[in-house]
Structures are given as structure tokens and as C-alpha cells.
């Protein structure tokens, strides 16, 4: 096996700069909802270090990267309070989307970046590339319904009983793991992110 150890440390750097972005929105939209949590928690910023799940941000992305199992990672969730905001369970979804939106803008915006360097500066073209992938897959990745991730809250809006929605927290992550590594779904969702990033540049070319 291969294990190509630069690779995945920029995969880590790359979802680092990510889930900034993507954690940010998820603060920013629960607080224009009124709900001050996020902001009291020190979420509504750029700042990574405020966003960081030391697992899910830098050991199981590396580690998976390195192996070849996909890719697997996620940011610190945001806590919102479903009572404070604003339509309830179905302010909660908009705060949901909102993260994986924010990951589809900086997939567009590292397109840009990427045409704009590709003769100036290819090795940092490249990278950005890439970054549009990981955007893009982070945004799909996101959607699936399983807690911690953004998909599991639109099951809450879509009013699933509380007790199921508790025990699926409880499996979730080893859902996740055995979804990634025993599954072809990481495959799946890598070649939806490749010609989604690939009808990106075409475009901004």
C-alpha cells in the first residue's frame, strides 16, 4: 500500500481552511434567526481554531486520506437552541443547509483562484483545484442523514420521532466508519465531487 503522507496533510490543510467557512454559516444563520447561542459560544467567527473537533477535523481525515478509505472529517458542531429560533425545526434546517451552501460558494470561489494562477502559479492552481473537490464532496458529504452530520437536522425538520433520532445519534459515527470503509459510497460521492468541480472550471475558464 501506498502511503502518500503530503497528500493527506494538504487534504487536513485544505479541510482546516474549509470548515471555517462552513461552520461560520451555520453560526451566522442560527444567530439572524435569534438565537444567540452560537454567538455566546464564540462560534459566529472565521477564526479555524474556533471550529476545530480535533477527530473529525484532523485524526480521522488524515488517517483516511492516508489509507485510501475516501475521505471522512467534519468540523465542531454548532449547538443552536431549536426553541430560540425563529420557525423552529424548520429554522433549524436553514441553519443546516447553510453549512453545505457555504461549502458549494467556496468551491466557486477556489475556482476562480485556480484559473486565475493556473499559468502564474500551476502548484497553487493545483492546489486550489482541489480544494473545489473537497468542497464540493465536504457539501455532499454533509447532506447524508446521520448525526453529527448536517443531514441528520433535516430529519429533525422533517419531524422524525425525538427517541429515533437519540438512538441513531448513538451509532452514528460507527455508521459512518462502516459506511466508508465497507461501502463504495466515499467512491460514489468523490466522482460527484469530480464533475461537479470539473463543471465548475469549465465554466469559469
Request: aromatic fraction near 8%.
Amino acid at each position: 500500500m501506498h502511503l502518500d503522507i503530503q497528500n493527506a496533510l494538504l487534504t487536513v490543510l485544505l479541510l482546516w481552511i474549509l470548515t471555517a467557512p462552513h461552520e461560520f454559516a451555520h453560526a451566522w444563520v442560527a444567530t439572524r434567526l435569534g438565537d444567540d447561542t452560537p454567538l455566546r459560544e464564540g462560534r459566529v467567527t472565521l477564526n479555524p481554531l474556533a471550529h476545530v473537533d480535533w477527530l473529525g477535523t484532523a485524526i480521522l481525515p488524515f488517517a483516511t486520506s492516508l489509507l485510501g478509505y475516501g475521505f471522512l472529517g467534519w468540523g465542531k458542531p454548532v449547538r443552536t437552541e431549536t426553541a430560540k429560533l425563529r420557525g423552529g425545526l424548520n429554522g433549524l434546517a436553514v441553519v443546516a443547509l447553510a453549512g453545505p451552501f457555504s461549502n458549494v460558494i467556496m468551491a466557486v470561489m477556489l475556482g476562480a483562484i485556480a484559473v486565475a494562477a493556473s499559468h502564474a502559479v500551476p502548484a497553487f492552481a493545483e492546489f486550489a483545484a482541489k480544494g473545489v473537490r473537497l468542497s464540493l464532496y465536504l457539501a455532499i458529504f454533509n447532506m447524508l442523514p446521520v448525526p453529527p452530520l448536517d443531514g441528520s437536522r433535516l430529519l429533525l425538520a422533517a419531524r422524525i420521532p425525538m427517541v429515533v433520532y437519540i438512538e441513531l445519534s448513538r451509532v452514528g459515527f460507527m455508521l459512518l466508519i462502516v459506511a466508508m470503509s465497507m461501502t463504495n459510497i466515499g467512491g460514489w460521492m468523490s466522482e460527484w465531487s469530480y464533475v461537479g468541480a470539473r463543471a465548475i472550471l469549465s465554466v469559469l475558464q
